[in-house]
């Protein structure tokens, strides 16, 4: 962008990352620049690196769970269900006692 502009453009670097998506993006630095080890794919933006065989790998991003499913995680199905059946009936305790529910 804009190099040819006087054609004695400082001399630029494109370098390659990679994703783990498989995407490349080769940002441009300026030859005395420091290269950075890392870099974000602007497609995914997930972080790539220069090794296109060893991309870095995606972030662990925790998937939505909802409140069952944690209380699935460190209980039994049994103990899961007397506790939905338990909130249920105070949820209706409240609900008839004319409290407003969220
Ligand atoms: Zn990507």
Do not use: Q
């Not at 890392?38 to 991003?61: E, F, I, M, Q, V």
């Not at 925790?62 to 103990?79: F, N, Q």
């Amino acid at each position: 962008m804009g190099e040819a502009e006087r054609g004695d453009a400082a001399p630029r670097l494109y370098v390659s990352y990679f994703c783990s998506h498989g995407h490349e993006t080769r940002p441009a630095f300026a030859a005395e620049a420091t290269i950075p080890d890392h870099w974000d794919c602007p497609r995914c933006g997930l972080p790539a690196n220069l090794d296109s065989l060893n991309p870095p790998p995606a972030p662990k991003t925790e998937p939505y769970k909802t409140h069952l499913a944690y209380v699935k995680e460190r209980r039994s199905d049994k103990e899961a269900a007397d506790i939905l059946t338990e909130a249920l009936i105070m949820l209706r305790a409240r609900r008839d006692r004319g409290e407003v529910l969220y």
